[in-house]
């Protein structure tokens, strides 16, 4: 590789002002690498990382809490967010499920609440990420019983087995009623032994989905639940033929366009939003999946309406995790957590993990991190953990994660 220099920018180093001359390049101004202890409850954010959060949120249109999935913290972490957010005016919850089964959820909620959640679970647990955990649907509830939660991502490869039942009550007449059965049935039996691969979501094709559409073209919700399907299907359909980041960029598109239609439709001109999402989805940059998600969208429309937009990651070292892991009767499992990144982080940058308790959070703010190992140190981490240090703000994490409660986990 070779390097050039232009006119332009050869005057431009010309104009460099003279005391420069004279600084050693090499010496970088030390910043403090800050590790703060945090508390957070249904009552908000507390100890010297929760006022730093805190001062954060007073001039944030959107707080984006990208986390690895299955703890009990992130959403408890967004809910005591949520809780000081408030304070500035009113908020919305921008969720990883799909419009339509948000609607499901919604419904729900107002009618019975968490138990209305659990009851319609039952059988088929894996309907939809993530409100299938209790934490994540108690966030949720606290949002006007998800009047004010929008559901911007697509439609879960095991969401036919709730939404065929609005599709099949819909249907004109028996036999298509039967067939939409037919296809929740053979779904839930599938995922009940853990077979992805063999759901209606990842072996319907096109012609289905365009017969499908002829059958309905008098309703039109049924034409939004057959639309929202086959975008789901389709998001599928290139991961199972290994188009890995055509499939990726298909999803952004998809919950770019899905958050865009509500942002547009709330009655507040600049609308503030509270995510909580996979940490690819949530920061800024070119994501581990090599394409610019919808994390880097948010700084740019938050700026417009002169705010701006803050990224926390929850990571844990330690503790445990829910993970999908079909078995006994059960969709889901906990287990011992392996570190995603943060050890590495740390590692790089010379700090002893010891300097993060045994128990409680601790909230590091990123900014000192990424500038001290800008360089050779950076580009030496792993993909996930320089996405971290380049695309977020705050790094909230603990040596003693707690798993979160699925709702197939809940003792009557």
């Not at 100890?47 to 299955?70: M, S």
């Not at 019983?145 to 911007?152: C, E, L, S």
């Not at 140190?377 to 380049?390: D, G, H, Y």
Request: net charge negative; glycine share 10%; charged share 20%.
């Amino acid at each position: 590789m070779f390097k050039w220099v232009t006119i332009v920018g050869a005057m431009c180093l010309y104009a460099v002002p003279a005391q420069a001359e004279s600084a050693d390049p090499k010496v970088a101004p030390s910043e403090p690498v800050e590790i703060l202890e945090m508390g957070f409850s249904d009552a908000g954010l507390s100890g010297t990382g929760g006022e730093r959060l805190k001062a954060a949120l007073a001039e944030a249109q959107f707080i984006a809490v990208g986390e690895d999935h299955g703890f009990a913290g992130s959403p408890r972490l967004a809910e005591a967010l949520a809780k000081e957010a408030r304070g500035h005016g009113p908020l919305y919850h921008a969720v990883e499920v799909g419009p339509i089964t948000m609607d499901w959820v919604r419904a729900r909620l107002a009618a019975g609440g968490l138990v209305a959640i659990k009851s319609g679970l039952a059988g088929k647990p894996l309907a939809f990420p993530f409100l299938s955990n209790r934490e994540d649907a108690v966030l949720a509830d606290g949002f006007d019983h998800g009047n004010r939660v929008w559901g911007i991502d697509q439609e879960f490869v095991g969401g036919p087995m709730i939404l065929m039942d609005e599709l099949a009550a819909l249907a004109p007449d028996r036999a298509t009623k039967a067939t939409l059965l037919a296809i929740r049935d053979a779904d839930i039996a599938a995922l009940g032994k853990g077979d992805f691969e063999n759901n209606w979501l990842n072996t319907a094709d096109a012609s289905q989905f365009s017969a499908l559409a002829q059958t309905f073209t008098v309703s039109q919700r049924a034409t939004a639940i057959i639309d929202a399907l086959a975008a789901s299907a389709h998001v599928y359909r290139l991961n199972n033929q290994g188009s890995y980041l055509q499939n990726n960029e298909q999803r952004s598109s998809l919950m770019r366009g899905y958050f865009l239609d509500q942002y547009r439709a709330a009655p507040e001109t600049a609308p503030r939003v509270l995510f909580k999402m996979g940490a690819y989805h949530m920061g800024r940059g070119t994501t581990p999946t090599s394409i610019y998600d919808l994390g880097s969208l948010l700084p740019g429309l938050a700026a417009a309406n002169g705010l701006t937009s803050v990224h926390i990651a929850y990571l844990p070292m330690g503790g445990t995790v829910r993970v999908i892991k079909p078995a006994d009767g059960k969709a889901t499992a906990v287990q011992p957590y392996e570190d995603e990144g943060v050890a590495a982080i740390l590692a790089a940058a010379d700090i002893a993990p010891e300097r993060i308790g045994p128990t409680g959070h601790v909230l590091i703010p990123i900014a000192p991190l990424r500038h001290a190992l800008a360089g050779k140190k950076l580009n030496a981490l792993p993909a996930f953990p320089k996405f971290v240090l380049l695309g977020y703000d705050y790094l909230v994490t603990t040596r003693d994660a707690t798993a979160a409660t699925a709702f197939e986990a809940v003792e009557e």
